[in-house]
Nanobody, 116 residues
Framework: QVQFVESGGGLVQPGGSLRLSCEASGNTFTIYAMGWYRQAPGKQREVVAV????????YADSVKGRFTISRDNTNKITVYLQMNSLKPEDMAVYYC?????????WGQGTQVTVSS
């Protein structure tokens, strides 16, 4: 079993920045790649960024050049999402999970609101 706890969301103006964090616990040795996902109201959840255990990254076209995913495996797995130049269309609940995601591991997510 694996648990993910997301944090760092909030209200930010367009053009602003936020840094999301995700702490993974449990049987994390089973996870090679981690991802950030988001779900906006009325839309399906989508992948935002993925990072492999050896640091390889991949991004959705909509966030390339603005978002950066990173991970720290020092003590336990922590995955970050640095979000810059935020746009209203980035507003969503952000989740982390393995990549590909496991349906049973979705956490509560963290709300990101982009509004002036």
């Amino acid at each position: 079993q694996v648990q993910f706890v997301e944090s760092g969301g909030g209200l930010v103006q367009p053009g602003g920045s936020l840094r999301l964090s995700c702490e993974a616990s449990g049987n994390t040795f089973t996870i090679y790649a981690m991802g950030w996902y988001r779900q906006a109201p009325g839309k399906q959840r989508e992948v935002v960024a993925v990072i492999t255990n050896d640091g390889g990254t991949n991004y959705a076209d909509s966030v390339k050049g603005r978002f950066t995913i990173s991970r720290d495996n020092t003590n336990k797995i922590t995955v970050y999402l640095q979000m810059n130049s935020l746009k209203p269309e980035d507003m969503a609940v952000y989740y982390c999970n393995g990549a590909p995601p496991s349906p049973k591991y979705w956490g509560q997510g963290t709300q990101v609101t982009v509004s002036s």
